[in-house]
């Protein structure tokens, strides 16, 4: 009779997950498979694949573009990374100050709006505010006597651009997880500490960060996977440029696959990328357990 009941309940929560079972496989599971096999073949889509070997992956190392773009990702992981995680949890740290809940829904708002608008409608506006002639940035630059800045025609002032637009449209994600992060810690950990002579400084470094440090680390593990795979701010903002100045690997891929039609390159290209990120995850994960805490007692 128990077997009779744990085999239906097995079948009955087999049932239920069976729709979000058959979404992955279809979606996830079915393109990655494709993916691998496509990564040692020649591909363009319009004709059957052709079994090539390690053909990619000798074209891989030689591909003196591909390593151009992964020095520009690394730029972006070394600017946006530092930038969302800190910045956000400054502004989150602000907001989440004692002023009245109103205020906070308000601000809430304002540093959230931006993630739910339309990247490419917003990186219109953006274009003509980066304009270097006409755009309105370098119009205020120049009420205070600077030159006007070639912000999408220089190397040097692309990636500048580049985190503008960034801060702007995804500083709202780090700072939610912060702000709820923040919101989730007693407050009697900081009344005690108080009474106890601590400074704001001290009870910053002794309270909030241990007991926020799971969401830094979810905020650090999200933003530097995001950052290696960036596409939308390059392509919408510089498209790549100057040259091949601020072309992303995501944006590399994009182009041999829908531009050269090799679908077959392009997969080993998604490849490489898949397991770095994959390495540079579990490296997080394995240091993790020396700084997080997940203990709240």
Same mark, same amino acid.
């Given at each position: 009779?128990?077997?009779?009941?744990?085999?239906?309940?097995?079948?009955?929560?087999?049932?239920?997950?069976?729709?979000?079972?058959?979404?992955?496989?279809?979606?996830?599971?079915?393109? &990655?498979?494709?993916?691998?096999?496509?990564?040692?073949?020649?591909?363009? &889509?319009?004709?059957?694949?052709?079994?090539?070997?390690?053909?990619?992956?000798?074209?891989?190392?030689?591909?003196?573009?591909?390593?151009?773009?992964?020095?520009?990702?690394?730029?972006?992981?070394?600017?946006?990374? @530092?930038?969302?995680?800190?910045?956000?949890?400054?502004?989150?740290?602000?907001?989440?100050?004692?002023?009245?809940?109103?205020?906070?829904?308000?601000?809430?708002?304002?540093?959230?709006? @931006?993630?739910?608008?339309?990247?490419?409608?917003?990186?219109?506006?953006?274009?003509?505010?980066?304009?270097?002639?006409?755009? =309105?940035?370098?119009?205020?630059?120049?009420?205070?006597?600077?030159? @006007?800045?070639?912000?999408?025609?220089?190397?040097?002032?692309?990636?500048?651009?580049?985190?503008?637009?960034?801060?702007?449209?995804?500083?709202?994600?780090?700072?939610?997880?912060?702000? =709820?992060?923040?919101?989730?810690?007693?407050?009697?950990?900081?009344?005690?500490?108080?009474?106890?002579?601590?400074?704001?400084?001290?009870?910053?470094?002794?309270?909030?960060?241990?007991?926020?440090?799971?969401?830094?680390?979810?905020?650090?593990?999200?933003?530097?996977?995001?950052?290696?795979?960036?596409?939308?701010? @390059?392509? +919408?903002?510089?498209?790549?440029?100057?040259?091949?100045?601020?072309?992303? &690997?995501?944006?590399?891929?994009?182009?041999?696959?829908?531009?050269?039609?090799?679908?077959?390159?392009?997969?080993?290209?998604?490849?490489? +990328?898949? +397991?770095? =990120?994959?390495?540079?995850?579990?490296?997080?994960?394995?240091?993790?357990?020396?700084?997080?805490?997940?203990?709240?007692?």
């Amino acid at each position: 009779m128990l077997v009779n009941r744990t085999r239906s309940n097995m079948i009955i929560g087999l049932l239920f997950l069976a729709p979000a079972l058959l979404f992955f496989i279809l979606f996830i599971g079915e393109p &990655v498979v494709a993916t691998l096999y496509l990564s040692f073949t020649k591909y363009n &889509v319009l004709t059957p694949s052709r079994w090539t070997g390690f053909a990619n992956v000798k074209h891989l190392f030689s591909d003196s573009r591909l390593w151009l773009t992964y020095g520009n990702t690394l730029k972006y992981i070394a600017i946006l990374t @530092p930038m969302h995680a800190i910045l956000g949890l400054l502004i989150a740290l602000a907001v989440n100050r004692n002023i009245s809940k109103g205020w906070k829904y308000v601000y809430r708002t304002i540093f959230y709006f @931006p993630v739910l608008a339309t990247s490419a409608a917003v990186a219109v506006a953006w274009q003509f505010i980066f304009n270097t002639d006409f755009g =309105i940035l370098n119009y205020f630059l120049g009420k205070f006597g600077i030159d @006007p800045i070639p912000w999408m025609q220089s190397p040097n002032w692309v990636y500048l651009a580049v985190a503008i637009y960034s801060f702007w449209k995804f500083i709202g994600n780090a700072f939610l997880y912060y702000l =709820i992060g923040l919101q989730s810690i007693p407050e009697a950990l900081y009344e005690a500490a108080e009474i106890d002579g601590a400074s704001s400084i001290q009870r910053f470094f002794a309270i909030t960060v241990p007991m926020l440090s799971p969401t830094i680390f979810f905020v650090l593990v999200t933003t530097l996977i995001g950052a290696m795979q960036i596409f939308d701010e @390059p392509y +919408l903002i510089t498209s790549g440029g100057p040259g091949d100045a601020s072309r992303s &690997v995501n944006m590399y891929i994009y182009e041999v696959a829908f531009q050269h039609h090799d679908m077959g390159y392009a997969s080993m290209l998604s490849l490489s +990328l898949f +397991l770095l =990120i994959l390495c540079v995850t579990i490296i997080q994960f394995s240091f993790s357990h020396k700084w997080v805490n997940y203990d709240r007692e």
